[in-house]
């Protein structure tokens, strides 16, 4: 089976960066589709931001974090990358990284203003 490991959350101002990390372990976890979720309190899980397996370069994007937020991946495919740029108070949440059916235990991040 595949595990994931994030990494780098925490607490910024509005307006800063950080970069959160997943790490994948596991027979041929380089070739899935990784993808980036969040879910802050009281409210429902919401898609983030994904990046293919095979086909890097593809990336997708949810609306809320669409220009702001950079999805990306090492060469071996086992690493992505959460590239958050000019957050704020409302990306708030536990950031849950995920592929196939597998998923991460999750980091904190908080924005303050």
């Known amino acids: 089976q595949v595990q994931l490991v994030e990494s780098g959350g925490g607490s910024v101002q509005a307006g800063s960066s950080l970069t959160l990390t997943c790490t994948a372990s596991g027979r041929t976890a380089g070739s899935y589709t990784m993808a980036w979720y969040r879910q802050a309190p009281g409210k429902e899980r919401e898609f983030v931001a994904a990046?293919?397996?095979?086909?890097?370069?593809?990336?997708e994007y949810g609306d809320a974090v669409k220009g702001r937020f950079t999805i990306s991946r090492d060469n071996n495919g086992m690493t992505a990358y959460l590239q958050m740029n000019s957050p704020r108070p409302d990306d708030t949440a536990i950031y849950c990284c995920?592929?196939?059916?597998?998923w991460g235990q999750g980091t904190r991040v908080t924005v303050s203003s």
């Open positions: 990046v293919q397996g095979r086909r890097r370069n593809v990336t």
């Open positions: 995920s592929t196939t059916t597998y």
